[in-house]
């Protein structure tokens, strides 16, 4: 038995467990103890690196990486991933499908009514689709461009595997766009030159060393930065506890601009500027009249660096509508009083400031014009380009902030093979190629109709058939009971998933792959820090039926002579030790000397970078603007964009506007039935939909076994709710069951219920029904941000909550659906 010693992380702000430094003898690929049958085995999530401890081949205890100093408390919730009742066993077929093939009664979908085949079988039901649907209707009519969070690992990315299948067999209608970023992404490379939302941004320690005020507007980087698109060192957490010493000695003012006091918020002891939710844009505008009415603005950098101020102004002052946008006209729409908006406005053009932008706030209707606004604020004020000033819009994600190794970057599994062509390449007859990924619902209720989307005509084509790999969206898409409305026209879903979520539950064909656990795999060690490399050993072997997604994507590809194209004629260890050493051959190109892969792999499995240098974001741009210009067409700062404005968007204009969203709390359109504004922000405890299967660790904060709904203390004793009482939430796009918790972190009129919960319906496919766990997806409307950006609003939502009468229904959302015995698995007539 290891001792392992355990230690609080940042004074308790997340309690995790560490393991104390191992020997060099034990960071191998396993410490095994002969007497007793136990090892550690090292691995990566996209919750951290870990040791699982196992014993006699079962995964009994997650002890955090000895190098993360700021591990999760979510580690805890990983080997339930393996074991949970809600795991996918055996390759299953929806019953009636296997009787009718895709003339099935689409309406049994979500009936949780299966039974197992063979892989044999499931492989080739899945093929003579894929063959029947391109043959018959064209690559239009195949969706398989969908993508998710899926796991970490350059060799086991789901989307790759399937999108090198697909391409392999044929093309396909693809996506466009994400659901995290959807209305910031688009807008953004207008205004600024690029996506902004995924980039690194300047480096901590300059951001300590040269901020006098922080602003952090809508966003949460204490609760985000625990989880991380590839594996997270958490070394950020380091420079998050500085700035809270800093903010303490009244070195650093920081500012958090949100209507509920958030976890950054609270952990930092910083103000914070309490808004009416969705009113961020009237705010903005009333500090940009401040800044220009009291002539703190920086007419010089507006003039050298930006361009189209002079076409907004009309705007600010009102000269073009008739309303001039002060604090005054802002404090009546935000709730905000007029002089804390000025005295915000004086804040930040009286030294150097840092505003950090999250993206809750543009995941809400016209969301363009938050990311847009927030960028002429920071141009306004003059400090882009300089150490601890500007914007950024990544500083919750990817431990954001942490300087940049000098080390290489590996590459990973290719979903295209170079120089093979797929065996159906038929025509799309005029329907578009891809679909904003937040309207592929819309695609599917209205195959024909054309729609704007950043400047083009999408013309949706008529989808058959869906196939998901290691995403669920039955979690990223909004409006539940359309969505199951719609779902019905489909003829054949396909999902290969590890655990039986919703997706799973309303498809016709469901394989089972393995969890990251049940392989080896390589990955990057820190997200933007790049610190090193990490080998992810296979900590037990796979359970049940599961496959991993290389094997089963080489099997169907055998199916139609592209097997050895798929795999590249190597194992899977063969393509690890490849992408190593395409790393290992970069890295001597910049000196920085890794061992050999066998080295590596059979020894510590783990290997650092050199330190790189500090860097400051949009700096090479402020210093010579005309040799490194911004990718607008102006190549500066758009701050009127000529682009958009030859789009003739009424929904988007060529400069920020403000536009009442289509439901709005405390005054706006619709409160009256509906006063509670919804909040779906990131969970706490889990990566959006990921963990929420695991029992044991969701039992830590569920409230009688549901999802908690968190209410101010106004508003529960306004409706005669006490802390615990399980609550009905409600509007007329659906209704769910949910726990209450009483906060006083939550303002009056602002709700939240967090994103990833998982959807189980009371009457599994009926429109309409219960959700017995709490998905805030089923009150989300699925609206476009725009016709600019056909984004996501999932953040604009208003409820109505009360105690839930009678006997509560059992929560349908997990474990695994019924398996019909008793009938015969062959082939049906199709």
């Known amino acids: 038995m290891i001792n392992v010693s355990r230690r609080g992380f940042l004074g308790g702000l997340l309690a995790g467990s560490a393991a104390t430094l191992i020997g060099p003898s034990l960071l191998g690929r396993a410490a095994m103890a002969a007497e007793s049958g136990e090892k550690l085995v090292q691995s990566g999530s996209h919750w951290g690196a870990f040791r699982a401890r196992v014993v006699n081949g079962r995964w009994v205890e997650t002890l955090p990486f000895e190098h993360d100093k700021h591990p999760t408390d979510m580690l805890k919730g990983l080997h339930e991933v393996v074991y949970n009742p809600s795991r996918v066993r055996y390759p299953m077929v929806r019953l009636d499908w296997l009787r009718k093939g895709y003339r099935s009664d689409t309406r049994e979908r979500g009936q949780n009514r299966f039974v197992r085949v063979k892989w044999s079988q499931a492989l080739d039901f899945v093929y003579h689709e894929l063959e029947r649907v391109q043959k018959t209707h064209g690559p239009s009519a195949l969706y398989a461009g969908h993508s998710g969070w899926q796991s970490v690992g350059k060799l086991h990315s789901a989307g790759a595997m399937l999108g090198r299948a ?25 205004v600024a030159g690029a996506m902004e939302v995924y980039e690194q941004q300047t480096s901590w320690p300059l951001v300590l060393e040269h901020s006098k005020t922080v602003v952090i507007w809508g966003s949460d980087p204490i609760k985000n930065l625990q989880v991380g698109w590839l594996v997270p060192d958490h070394s950020v957490y380091g420079y998050w506890q500085q700035l809270k010493e800093k903010v303490a000695a009244g070195q650093i003012r920081v500012i958090s601009v949100d209507p509920v006091k958030s976890k950054t918020q609270n952990f930092l002891g910083c103000e914070q500027v309490a808004l009416y939710p969705q009113t961020d844009l009237p705010l903005m505008l009333g500090i940009a009249h401040t800044l220009y009415s009291e002539k703190r603005h920086d007419e010089k950098f507006l003039k050298n660096y930006t361009t189209g101020f002079d076409q907004f102004l009309p705007y600010l002052l009102g000269t073009q509508d008739g309303q001039v946008k002060d604090a005054k006209w802002a404090s009546a729409i935000c709730g905000v009083p007029a002089e804390t908006i000025r005295e915000l406005a004086r804040t930040m053009a009286g030294g150097r400031t840092q505003i950090i932008g999250g993206w809750c706030v543009q995941r809400m209707h016209h969301g363009e014009q938050y990311a847009w606004m927030l960028v002429v604020l920071a141009a306004m004020l003059g400090q882009i380009g300089l150490p601890g000033g500007g914007f950024g819009f990544g500083w919750h994600y990817n431990g954001a902030g942490t300087i940049t190794s000098a080390g290489p970057i590996m590459s990973g599994f290719s979903s295209v093979v170079p120089g093979v062509k797929p065996i159906h390449d038929g025509s799309f007859k005029g329907y578009s190629r891809f679909i904003p990924v937040a309207r592929f619902v819309d695609c599917i209720l209205n195959p024909g109709e054309t729609i704007d989307f950043n400047g083009q005509k999408i013309v949706f084509p008529e989808m058959k058939m869906a196939l998901f790999c290691g995403n669920n969206p039955f979690h990223h898409q909004q409006d539940r009971n359309k969505m199951v409305a719609a779902w019905r026209k489909l003829e054949t879903v396909v999902s290969v998933d590890h655990q039986w979520t919703a997706t799973c539950r309303f498809a016709d064909i469901v394989l089972p792959a393995t969890t990251t656990y049940e392989r080896d795999d390589i990955e990057q060690w820190g997200s933007h820090s790049n610190a090193g490399i990490l080998a992810m050993y296979k900590v037990i072997e796979p359970l049940f039926e599961a496959r991993d997604d290389y094997d089963i994507f080489a099997d169907l590809c055998r199916r139609f002579g592209r097997e050895e194209a798929f795999t590249g004629s190597k194992s899977k260890m063969a393509w690890i030790q490849s992408i190593y050493d395409d790393a290992r051959l970069q890295g001597r190109g910049i000196g920085v000397r890794l061992p050999r892969f066998s080295q590596f792999w059979s020894g510590e499995g783990f290997v650092t970078f050199p330190a790189g240098q500090p860097w400051v ?120 069951i949910a726990g209450l918790v009483v906060s006083g972190d939550y303002a009056p009129g602002v709700i939240r219920l967090q994103e990833g919960a998982w959807y189980g319906p009371e009457e599994g496919g009926k429109v309409g029904t219960l959700c017995t766990y709490g998905d805030p997806n089923v009150l989300t409307a699925d609206i476009g941000a725009s016709r600019l950006s056909q984004a996501t609003t999932a953040h604009t939502a208003l409820v109505q909550v009360e105690k839930f009468k009678g006997q509560a229904p059992a929560v349908t959302a997990f474990g695994a659906p019924e398996s019909v015995a008793g009938i015969d698995p062959l082939f049906p007539a199709m």
């Open 166 to 190: 697909m391409n392999l067999h044929g093309t396909y209608l693809a996506k466009a766009g994400d659901y995290s970023t959807g209305a910031a992404q688009v807008i953004l490379p207008h």
């Open 617 to 736: 974001r949009h700096q090479a741009f402020r210093d010579e603007p005309d040799l490194e210009p911004l990718g607008t067409p102006s190549g500066l700062i758009e701050i009127y964009s000529k682009t958009i404005a030859g789009f003739g968007y009424a929904d988007c204009p060529g400069h920020p506007v403000w536009m009442e969203p289509y439901e709005r709390s405390h005054g706006g359109r619709g409160s009256a039935s509906f006063p509670l504004h919804l909040q779906s922000c990131h969970p706490d405890k889990r990566l959006h939909s990921q963990l929420c299967s695991s029992d044991q660790y969701r039992a830590s904060y569920t409230v009688q076994g549901r999802e908690p709904l968190y209410m101010s203390p106004q508003d529960a004793k306004a409706r005669g709710l006490n802390d615990g009482d399980l609550v009905r939430v409600f509007n007329d796009r659906g209704q769910v």
